[in-house]
């Protein structure tokens, strides 16, 4: 052995200067977020309210792939062969269903918690694409209404706008039960946000926070749902399919208890499904993610003999075409988007960042809706910030962006041998991770392993 390779004495200790003999460790459990989330409730003596949904990392559709097909499956042709996006919505009772060009449905947002501007900019890109947009806690908008070709309305337990009227001007109603980003809990809206058009509508006093009830007046459950969702549908003649949201969070049970109840139509959100304003602790704590609650609810129709009879419409951190197929993959007949579709109007752009920074915050982690500052106009009821957004231009952009998702949806579905979107299923799927294949499934990846048992 030469010299050169004798291992170096180690320093002796004493040597060293004492802050060179370690490196600064963060604690996983007391990550620095955490830290300064203590010191903010220590400071102030209150929770934290954001918009937006769960922040932290969860099992999502990324855990899953597609297969595609080669041998043993039969893709189809890009530009030659077809690959349809349609569907009905609501045919079970509902004597004037709703038809959609692609199974891409935009959520309900409120006015309220959205400008007059960003509802019309809604209904302008839902109707240049054949899709529907909804209204919201807060009613109906004269300006969302004649942007949209296929509106949802809203019957809300809070009932603020809430409007016989307006009943009959939808296209289809939507009982909320409730919201993945808080399942069993209300909304809220700060005073910031009470202006006088939104209190004009709500019944509320200018300026003052508005906390919605979490839970339906007129119903303890599903025999008293069955008897509103009649007296709905006598309203409107037996016209209008009703949909029933709820958050994710006893899926298999709540789907069979809303079609038990007679829902045309089931709304299921998760917990990365955004929300205008919550608790922190609400929104990262409570509710499945999308990616564990859609087999559930699918087995339940299955089980009643009513999948594709009743449609479900899936949400909850949907982005991409690949989000939307693996959706309808594991059984939805459509997604609906909130979040995403607030981005492709304008929100969390890079190009306002000096505001954004005034703000406290950047581009891509501006949460802050409740407080209703937002540069891009969106999420705000000061007219000077709303007049920023263009309607027209926005509605456009989302209409490009509404199209992206429905080609990326087809150009999966045909790798897969599918001649519609409808035709993807559980077998063409696998996951990366124990978890998610337990929770969607479908195999583990390279295995024929399907973790977990059949049992809801
Ligand atoms: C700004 C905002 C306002 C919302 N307002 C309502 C509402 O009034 N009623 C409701 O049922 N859900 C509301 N939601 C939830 C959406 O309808 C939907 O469930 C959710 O946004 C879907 O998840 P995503 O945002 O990840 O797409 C709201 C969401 C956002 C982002």
Request: hydrophobic fraction near 40%; proline fraction near 7%.
């Amino acid at each position: 052995m030469t010299a050169s390779l004798k291992p170096m004495p180690a320093a002796p200790l004493s040597d060293m200067p004492a802050t060179a003999q370690t490196t600064p460790r963060f604690s996983a459990t007391f990550d620095p977020h955490t830290i300064s989330e203590i010191q903010r409730a220590a400071a102030t003596g209150i929770y934290d309210i954001r918009g937006g949904g769960a922040k932290r990392k969860l099992p999502h559709f990324d855990d899953l792939l597609f297969l595609g097909a080669s041998i043993s499956r039969y893709p189809l042709e890009g530009y030659r062969e077809k690959c349809g996006t349609d569907i009905v919505l609501g045919a079970r009772f509902a004597r004037k269903p709703i038809h959609l060009k692609i199974p891409i449905t935009i959520a309900g947002m409120s006015f309220g918690a959205l400008s007059g501007p960003a509802k019309e900019a809604l209904g302008r890109g839902a109707t240049i694409v054949g899709t529907s947009t909804t209204t919201g806690d807060g009613g109906m908008t004269p300006e969302e209404r004649g942007h949209s070709q296929t509106l949802v309305y809203q019957y809300l337990p809070s009932r603020y706008g809430m409007n016989p009227d307006d009943l009959r001007k939808a296209d289809a109603i939507e009982i909320v039960i409730g919201q993945g980003a808080k399942p069993g809990g209300g909304g809220m809206l700060l005073g910031q946000k009470i202006s006088p058009r939104v209190a004009r509508m709500r019944n509320l006093p200018e300026g003052i926070d508005q906390r919605s009830a979490c839970r339906h007046p007129d119903w303890t459950g599903p025999d008293d749902l069955e008897i509103k969702i009649e007296e709905l549908r006598e309203i409107t003649d037996w016209e209008k399919p009703i949909y029933v949201k709820v958050g994710a969070s006893r899926p298999y049970y709540d789907t069979a208890l809303a079609v038990k109840s007679g829902a045309d139509v089931v709304v299921l959100d998760g917990m990365q499904g955004g929300t205008a304003a919550t608790q922190e602790v609400f929104i990262e704590n409570v509710g499945l993610p999308i990616l564990a609650a859609i087999r559930p609810a699918v087995q339940a129709l299955q089980d009643l003999g009513m999948h594709r009879k009743v449609q479900l419409i899936v949400s909850g951190g949907i982005r991409t075409g690949a989000d939307v197929a693996k959706a309808l993959a594991l059984g939805a007949d459509a997604v609906a988007i909130g979040t995403a579709a607030l981005i492709a109007l304008g929100d969390n752009d890079p190009r306002l960042e000096a505001e954004y920074a005034k703000l406290g915050t950047t581009a891509g982690a501006y949460d802050d809706w409740h407080e209703g500052r937002d540069p891009a106009g969106i999420t705000t009821q000061d007219p000077e910030l709303a007049a920023r957004l263009d309607p027209v231009k926005a509605g456009r952009r989302l209409a490009n962006y509404l199209s992206v998702l429905a080609l990326e949806t087809q150009t999966i579905a045909r790798a897969c041998g599918k001649s519609h979107v409808h035709n993807l299923e559980p077998e063409d799927l696998v996951a990366l991770t124990v978890e998610a294949a337990a929770m969607a499934r479908v195999p583990l990846a390279g295995t024929n392993w399907i973790p977990g048992s059949a049992g809801f």
